[in-house]
């Protein structure tokens, strides 16, 4: 057998072309479809399992933009990348280049920076490996038709990965096109190519008429006969043959564009602004530090090595570890609640969510809808709504729906569908809200069955039936079957029209066109009731400052029903139709004091989303549907599940394994517990680095020596680092997961000059202490000052954790989280032991005696209740803390 036919390569064009280049696709687009099958050596059997592997072999499997974790070495070589490790980089060099025979202070820099970008890197790889394996949980598939090794097709479910050129693709509402494919049959298909073009609206597609002239001028995108992987289909059907997967797709051309750096969020840019405001804050500093020293001592050289680790004492080099150990901690502990986090800031803006807007089916309910009633249009039970209602579920090509379950579940009529063969079927789409097969049992006669919602259904029916007659259907009849319906609306079920319509055989394809002058015949009612766990998640979201919206394309009267028995206010609800012709001032106001939306079509949902956004809320959306993908791209955080249709999947940036509310509660908590121990580290650091330069601001000023040798302040900040990397396993107070919490930059700054001076007080205090009571006045003394101000400066830096991390009285009313307390308990013992050890003597300190401890101890406790009572008045000022 010759060898598979090659494809050729869409984006086989110069770097930053690739938007420009004519996928290859498009060359066939008008080709006869014997034709176009012969070329690419296939049929509308499908391939078989011989043809599959050698394509798979030759043009590698079909995967193109998506995000794939870097190669370890590219991800080692980005965590040196961070402001702060550069910093640390050029200064160890440059106290390397003036001091070429003393290693020390560059190694100590060096080992900082190691256990920064090590501890940094190991996340960052761990947290990528696991995403990956949680998104592999996450699978896409296609309808293929392929031959099977006794020479028969079928149709199969595979993995999107896993198609070749060739491949015969069956498309329905709610797929995501899986390649570059050529139509070869169509039926009222319409594809959202959002993805491609960024329009909103869908696009009518259609197989090649060959009584029509092709366009061969038609943009790639204006084509109407060709479907490019990543956009997905809104409603149709289809049959296709795979021109191009993979890198060779028109979407693989434009991989580079699509899986570049994402577009920073509000939590990438708060730890952006926190970071340059120390490093400017350090750049201030730093050099008035080099100048009072070199002015005072006289020694520039000595000076200046002062002031590089002064520069490396402000630095913190730490903050990259702690964001990316912050939120791998969260996202490892979402995953043991069945939650794929595909983005990791989601995290944190799934605890800043203060207004979440949620499909109502499914997540509100037991998404289990079984077939209550089937009615006559008296309200009379009546079989034969039933067996036409089967019918059409049955004969249906398309998604089945879970109403469309329901009733092939309700009652066994195989015998009926015996005698009935398919012609045709009108899928159902969101504009038209019904669908349509036609039937034929031979006897030159064609029966259309159509099901659908009550006004739509209503638009087209022509007649009604009681008993065995059919009588033209009145205004008055109308009222009395909206009446019903009604009816059944209020006791919280959901009604679909059943109706038929019998003519001649007309020998061709039917359309929308065909969906006029039906016969009602009656009604289906279903049930959906809510889940037990809905009014206790709603009333835990509330508590925690969460607003839930609900925002449907289902009947109003049924959404009302179930939102009141979970507990949802439905004063004001609103139709799409009442929001169309909104302006946007307009539509904020109505949005702000409505909580139900009903009957909303995908681009008003988004509207919504988008609203709520312009009034500065954090907005989540929780959907599954064809229909959600526009609002779940809009949103801050996209919320889907693992049943979703793709194109949900994949829009969001969080999958629930399991439709639970409950969980939705847990990753709100999760995230306000991340975003707080980020902001600890942060204000911890920040107000310590300035309480640290105020005091070396101070000293260098009457001090005759040094107030710590360079060494020294390079030691007491790394044990000071390591005493951070606990945080992220700290524990928060309640009070502070109650509502919603967001980046305040402006407020570290504020932080930082109020607390900051709190430990300069009791450095002064240790100065005057040593000074004055142990004498330690002297060049010749300055060993001894040096190692009380160490000890004293270690202890006052590490309890400030424990200060910092609640607004409560800290040990009484709250304490920390075990390893917290461990380490930090840890490296305060290491400070007071260094100085009896060999490598103090090595730093250039000596022993302390007994009576300076006694002081010491005095000094902590004293600058324990000081900093509480500067908290009391910052939050009566303020009203905030963390």
């Known amino acids: 057998m010759s060898g598979p036919p090659s494809q050729p390569k869409a984006g086989a064009v110069p770097a930053g072309k690739a938007a420009h280049a004519r996928p290859a696709v498009a060359a066939w687009a008008?080709?006869?479809?014997?034709?176009?099958?012969?070329?690419?050596?296939?049929?509308?059997?499908?391939?078989?399992?011989?043809?599959?592997?050698?394509?798979?072999?030759?043009?590698?499997?079909?995967?193109?933009?998506?995000?794939?974790?870097?190669?370890?070495?590219?991800?080692l070589a980005r965590t040196f990348k961070n402001p702060f490790i550069v910093v640390l980089l050029v200064l160890a060099g440059v106290q390397l280049a003036t001091s070429p025979h003393d290693l020390t202070g560059p190694a100590i820099i060096l080992v900082m920076?190691?256990?920064?970008?090590?501890?940094n890197f190991s996340q960052e790889f761990r947290s990528s490996r696991a995403a990956e394996r949680l998104k592999a949980m996450v699978r896409n598939t296609a309808t293929v038709t392929r031959r099977a090794s006794d020479g028969h097709s079928e149709r199969i479910e595979v993995p999107v990965v896993e198609l070749v050129a060739g491949d015969i693709v069956h498309l329905s509402a709610g797929d995501m096109v899986p390649a570059d494919l050529r139509l070869l049959a169509a039926k009222d298909l319409f594809i959202s190519q959002a993805i491609l073009t960024g329009e909103s609206l869908p696009v009518e597609k259609t197989a090649p008429d060959p009584a029509a002239p092709a366009n061969a001028q038609a943009a790639a995108l204006e084509l109407p006969?060709?479907?490019?992987?990543?956009?997905?289909?809104?409603?149709?059907?289809?049959?296709?043959?795979?021109?191009?997967?993979?890198?060779?797709?028109?979407?693989?051309?434009?991989?580079?564009?699509?899986?570049?750096?994402?577009?920073?969020?509000?939590?990438?840019?708060?730890?952006?602004?926190?970071?340059?405001?120390?490093?400017?804050?350090?750049?201030?500093?730093?050099?008035?530090?080099?100048?009072?020293?070199?002015?005072?001592?006289?020694?520039?050289?000595?000076?200046?090595?002062?002031?590089?680790?002064?520069?490396?004492?402000?630095?913190?080099?730490?903050?990259?570890?702690?964001?990316?150990?912050?939120?791998?901690?969260?996202?490892?502990?979402?995953?043991?609640?069945?939650?794929?986090?595909?983005?990791?800031?989601?995290?944190?803006?799934?605890?800043?969510?203060?207004?979440?807007?949620?499909?109502?089916?499914?997540?509100?309910?037991l998404d289990r809808i079984v077939l209550e009633h089937h009615l006559d249009l008296d309200g009379e039970e009546s079989d034969d709504a039933l067996e036409f209602g089967y019918l059409n579920s049955h004969f249906q090509t398309g998604l089945k729906n879970l109403m469309d379950k329901a009733v092939l579940a309700h009652r066994d009529l195989e015998a009926s569908l015996a005698k009935w063969k398919v012609v045709d079927e009108i899928p159902f789409d969101f504009q038209r809200r019904r669908m349509s097969v036609v039937l034929t049992q031979g006897d030159g006669d064609d029966l259309l069955v159509c099901k659908g919602a009550v006004e739509e259904m209503l638009q087209i029916c022509a007649f009604a039936r009681e008993g065995d007659r059919d009588i033209?259907?009145?205004?008055?009849?109308?009222?009395?079957?909206?009446?019903?319906?009604?009816?059944?609306?209020d006791d919280g079920l959901r009604v679909l029209i059943v109706a038929v319509k019998r003519q001649p055989a007309a020998g061709r394809a039917y359309g929308i066109a065909d969906e006029a002058g039906l016969t009602a015949i009656g009604c289906l009612a279903f049930l959906d009731p809510p889940k037990d766990s809905a009014r206790t998640a709603i009333a835990a979201l509330h508590?925690?400052?969460?607003?839930?919206?609900?925002?449907?394309?289902?009947?109003?009267?049924?959404?009302?029903?179930?939102?009141?028995?979970?507990?949802?206010?439905?004063?004001?609800?609103?139709?799409?139709?009442?929001?169309?012709?909104?302006?946007?001032?307009a539509l904020d106001d109505l949005v702000a004091r409505t909580t139900v939306f009903a009957k909303m079509s995908p681009l008003q949902k988004s509207r919504v989303v988008a609203s709520l956004q312009r009034r500065g809320h954090t907005v989540g959306f929780l959907g599954d549907g064809i229909n959600d993908a526009a609002a779940l791209r809009r949103a801050d955080v996209g919320i889907s599940v693992d049943t979703a249709t793709d194109i949900a999947k994949e829009s969001a940036d969080i999958i629930l394994?399991?439709?639970?509310?409950?969980?939705?509660?847990?990753?709100?908590?999760?995230?306000?517990?991340?975003?707080?121990?980020?902001?600890?580290?942060?204000?911890?650091?920040?107000s310590?680095?300035?309480?640290?330069?105020?005091?070396?601001?101070?000293?260098?000023?009457?001090?005759?020596?040094?107030?710590?040798?360079?060494?020294?302040?390079?030691?007491?900040?790394?044990l000071y680092d390591i005493s951070q990397l606990s945080i992220p396993f700290d524990r928060m107070d309640e009070e502070y997961i109650k509502r919603p919490r967001k980046w305040d930059a402006g407020d570290i700054g504020r932080f930082m000059v109020w607390i900051g001076p709190t430990s300069s007080v009791f450095d002064m205090t240790t100065f005057a202490l040593l000074w004055f009571w142990f004498g330690a006045n002297a060049p010749a003394h300055q060993a001894f000052f040096q190692s009380g101000w160490f000890v004293e400066s270690l202890l006052t830096q590490t309890l400030v954790v424990h200060?910092?991390?609640?607004?409560?009285?800290?040990?009484?009313?709250?304490?920390?989280?075990a390893p917290v307390l461990a380490l930090t308990t840890a490296i305060i013992a290491i400070g007071i032991a260094i100085p009896y050890t060999g490598l103090g003597r090595k730093l250039g300190m000596v022993e302390m005696p007994l009576g300076y401890f006694g002081w010491l101890a005095a000094t902590v406790v004293a600058y324990c209740v000081l900093t509480q009572a500067v908290k009391v008045i910052y939050m009566r000022r303020f009203a905030h803390w963390l």
Not at 39 to 61: F, H, K, N
Not at 113 to 119: A, D, E, R
Request: hydrophobic content about 45%.
């Open 225 to 365: 006969t060709v479907c490019y992987l990543g956009t997905n289909v809104v409603s149709g059907s289809a049959t296709a043959v795979v021109v191009a997967t993979g890198p060779r797709s028109y979407l693989g051309s434009l991989a580079h564009t699509l899986t570049g750096q994402r577009e920073m969020t509000s939590f990438d840019r708060g730890v952006k602004s926190v970071s340059w405001l120390l490093i400017r804050f350090m750049a201030v500093m730093v050099p008035i530090v080099f100048l009072i020293q070199g002015f005072g001592k006289g020694s520039w050289l000595e000076a200046f090595l002062f002031a590089i680790s002064v520069a490396v004492g402000l630095t913190p080099e730490m903050l990259p570890l702690i964001v990316t150990a912050n939120l791998a901690k969260g996202a490892l502990a979402m995953s043991k609640r069945k939650v794929v986090v595909k983005q990791l800031n989601a995290i944190q803006n799934f605890g800043a969510m203060d207004v979440l807007c949620t499909d109502k089916t499914g997540t509100l309910t």
């Open 803 to 817: 200060m910092i991390r609640t607004r409560k009285i800290p040990f009484l009313q709250s304490s920390a989280a």
């Open 113 to 119: 920076v190691l256990i920064s970008v090590g501890l």
């Open 543 to 585: 508590h925690h400052g969460v607003a839930v919206k609900v925002i449907t394309g289902d009947n109003e009267l049924v959404t009302r029903k179930i939102c009141r028995e979970v507990g949802l206010d439905v004063a004001h609800s609103v139709l799409g139709a009442d929001i169309e012709d909104l302006d946007d001032p």
């Open 657 to 686: 394994l399991e439709k639970n509310l409950m969980v939705l509660e847990e990753g709100v908590l999760e995230g306000r517990i991340i975003f707080g121990n980020i902001i600890k580290y942060i204000k911890m650091t920040a």
């Open 688 to 718: 310590s680095n300035f309480g640290n330069v105020f005091s070396i601001l101070i000293a260098s000023i009457f001090l005759p020596f040094l107030p710590m040798l360079p060494l020294q302040i390079l030691v007491l900040n790394l």
């Open 472 to 489: 033209p259907l009145t205004d008055h009849r109308r009222e009395t079957i909206r009446d019903l319906t009604h009816g059944l609306n």
């Open 30 to 75: 008008w080709s006869d479809a014997q034709a176009l099958l012969a070329s690419l050596e296939t049929t509308l059997a499908g391939l078989d399992e011989e043809q599959i592997e050698a394509r798979l072999d030759r043009d590698g499997i079909n995967e193109a933009a998506h995000e794939k974790p870097p190669h370890w070495s590219l991800q």
